[in-house]
Each structure stands twice: as C-alpha cells, then as structure tokens.
C-alpha cells in the first residue's frame, strides 16, 4: 500500500493511492472517491479489494483543485468544503483522468491487462460515464449523483456496468430514479439492483444511512461482477 503519482494526458501530476494483491498478474480496479477525496475509507476499500486479488488504485481526483483531500463526514465544515468541491470539480476532466489511469494500469508491469472501476456517490456517476465514454472492462456504480442526466450517453456502453441505486437517496430522487431504471432497462449490458428503504451512502462504514448487511449484499455482487468481468 502506498502512494504515487501518476502523469495525465495534459502532463500534470496527478496522486494516487495503491494497493497490490498477493499474487500478481492481477487484474486492477480502479475505486473512484466520494466528494471527501482519498480519506481513511476510500483506502480501506482499496486494501479490502488487495486482499480479493486485484490491484486497487484511487486517484485523486481533486488534485487540480486541492491536492490530497482528506475529510471526513463527521463535521459540518467538512461537508461545506466537499460539496464546494463537489460543486467545481470538472466531469469531463476527471474522466480524461481516470482514463488515463485506466491505461497506465493496464499497460502496468503487474497488471493481466483488465481494468474495471468501482465509484461511490460522485464516483458512481464517473464509473457510468467510464462506461460511456471509454474501453473500460467493466465498472460499478454506487448510488451515482445525476446520472439521469447523462443517459444520452448510454448507447457507448459497450462493457459490462453495474449500478446499486438506493431508493431512499437524499440526492436522488424517486423520479430521477426511475428515469435511470427505466432509460437503462433494455441495455443488454446493464445490470442494476435497488435497495428499498435504504439511504444514498448505505455502505459508507459509519455514515448516517450505513446498513452493514446492504453494504455486504452489494459488494458481494460487485465482487461477483468484476470477477467475471476482469
């Protein structure tokens, strides 16, 4: 476990933090940050996935903004600069970075060449949009932020995605909801799974709305997912 840098396709310097699995060639995934940066979670959630065989890379991808982000849910001054990140933080660039991580790993020395992502909140609209926009192998998507508003963009699909939606998301509403649900319905390259009754952050350990048994149901099918995707 450490941590990196890594060049983007416009020659900046971007950090990241890595962790490798036991046994390599492996396949890589690439966990894309909440609005908090590359904080305490986000690493063990990259250990966690170390541990299952892959080798796990989050970037940080407020690094044009704010270099090495760490915060926490707990106070409200950390919420208040999170959303300000959140809220000038620029789509189309992070996706030209997170591709240019994708390519790196999969070009990597260690690496079986398979890259697939998993994102959470803002990363979970990343990881649809890296569906979208790139050759990615696979990715995932937990409870993703203003996804109904890309869904122009679903014909790119071309690799297996998969969305876990939480039907009591404080940032999506029921109606966005299913507009995602029934905009994706027939891609026969979408899987989604809803979780009545549960809040956007259901796996987020220690969060408002975390539901240890939500959390383990969901990351037992990502895990399936990129297993046989990657």
């Known amino acids: 476990m450490t941590d990196i840098t890594l060049s983007t396709k416009d020659g900046g310097a971007m950090g990241a933090y890595v962790a490798m699995p ?34 796990a890379v989050a970037p940080d991808l407020f690094w044009r903004l704010e270099p090495g982000v760490q915060l926490t849910d707990r106070t409200e001054a950390e919420w208040q600069k999170a959303f ?21 790993f999969k070009n990597h020395e260690d690496s079986n060449g398979k890259v697939g992502c998993v994102g959470f909140c803002l990363g979970g609209k990343l990881a649809y949009l890296m569906a979208c926009r790139t050759d990615i192998d696979a990715a995932v998507g937990y409870y993703g932020v203003e996804i109904d508003k890309f869904l122009s963009e679903a014909p790119g699909i071309k690799k297996p995605l998969m969305l876990h939606i939480a039907e009591e998301d404080k940032f999506v509403t029921h109606e966005q909801q299913e507009v995602v649900k029934a905009g994706l319905a027939d891609h026969p390259q979408v899987t989604i799974y809803s979780y ?22 969901a990351r037992s099918r990502s895990l399936a997912f990129l297993r046989d995707a990657l």
């Not at 060639?25 to 250990?47: L, S, T």
């Not at 189309?92 to 994708?102: C, F, P, S, W, Y």
């Open 22 to 55: 036991a046994v390599t060639p492996a396949p890589v995934v690439i966990v894309i940050q909440e609005i908090f940066g590359i904080n305490a979670e986000i690493r063990q959630r990259c250990d966690n996935y170390a541990r299952d065989g892959f080798i």
């Open 84 to 104: 300000d990140l959140y809220q000038r933080f620029a789509v189309d660039q992070g996706i030209e970075d997170l591709d240019a991580v994708a390519t790196f």
């Open 196 to 217: 009545p009754g549960k809040g956007h952050a259901f796996s987020r350990i220690g969060g408002e709305a975390y539901c240890p048994e939500t959390a383990a149901t």
